[in-house]
């Protein structure tokens, strides 16, 4: 079955701190992992795809299938961070559906 | 390039009533995903449905759900007789034939008084 686990509900740090927002994942196959953010009462908005390994808005996810992992990183956070942060797992290429774990929300205190 | 549409945002009804939550998907999408956000929840997956076609609805409640996306129009979700447990933000979402990326929208907050 496929899971995502997102441990902490909650998580608060001081701007200019570094961020890991944890994740991780249940899945036999090769997952397709993502990151969305959303902004208070917002769209979700794609924030990183393991796939691309790039870097937006200074957030970074390495994929580790060792630990099924996929922890995103900053490694300094600014006010504008604080958000609700969301890892989601798609079993594979093409349309299908995502599973979401259950989110983080990130505030940043200045 | 419009993205993800819904309407209405926001939806009061009355326990026993209808609601009716309407999703364009991004222009030239064929494939549409339906998720439900409790408060202070995360997203649970409802359903994904193609043009005319439910391909998955195991995350639709048994009773008083139905989900459409007909050949013309927008996609539909359908709550009868809304209980004050649905009241939730509902988010649909639209992706390609690649399936790469899915756009969502801004969400339907549903009410129920």
């Known amino acids: 079955a496929q899971r995502v686990t997102q441990p902490e509900k909650l998580l608060s740090v001081f701007k200019g701190a570094p961020v890991e927002l944890k994740c991780n994942y249940s899945?036999?196959?090769?997952?397709?992992l993502f990151w969305y953010v959303q902004y208070s009462r917002q769209r979700l908005q794609l924030l990183l795809r393991h796939i691309s390994r790039e870097s937006i808005k200074g957030f970074t996810a390495d994929l580790n299938k060792g630990e099924t992992s996929f922890h995103l990183k900053k490694p300094f956070a600014q006010e504008e961070d604080s958000a609700m942060y969301y890892c989601?797992?798609?079993?594979?290429?093409?349309?299908?559906?995502?599973?979401f774990g259950q989110g983080t929300r990130l505030t940043i205190n200045p | 390039n419009a993205g993800v549409m819904q309407n209405p945002r926001h939806l009061v009804r009355r326990r026993g009533q209808e609601a009716r939550l309407r999703c364009s998907p991004v222009?030239?999408?064929?494939?549409v995903y339906w998720y439900r956000q409790l408060p202070e929840e995360g997203l649970k997956f409802m359903v994904y449905l193609q043009k005319e076609n439910i391909i998955d609805e195991s995350g639709m409640p048994k009773e008083r759900f139905s989900a459409e996306f007909p050949k013309e129009g927008p996609s539909i979700l359908r709550i009868q007789q809304v209980v004050r447990g649905d009241s939730a933000a509902y988010f649909c979402?639209?992706?390609?034939?690649?399936?790469?990326?899915?756009?969502f929208g801004e969400g339907s907050w549903l009410t129920v008084v």
């Open positions: 979402a639209s992706s390609g034939l690649n399936g790469n990326t899915i756009y």
């Open positions: 899945y036999s196959g090769s997952p397709e």
């Open positions: 989601a797992l798609k079993s594979g290429s093409g349309p299908q559906k995502l599973v």
């Open positions: 222009k030239g999408h064929s494939h």
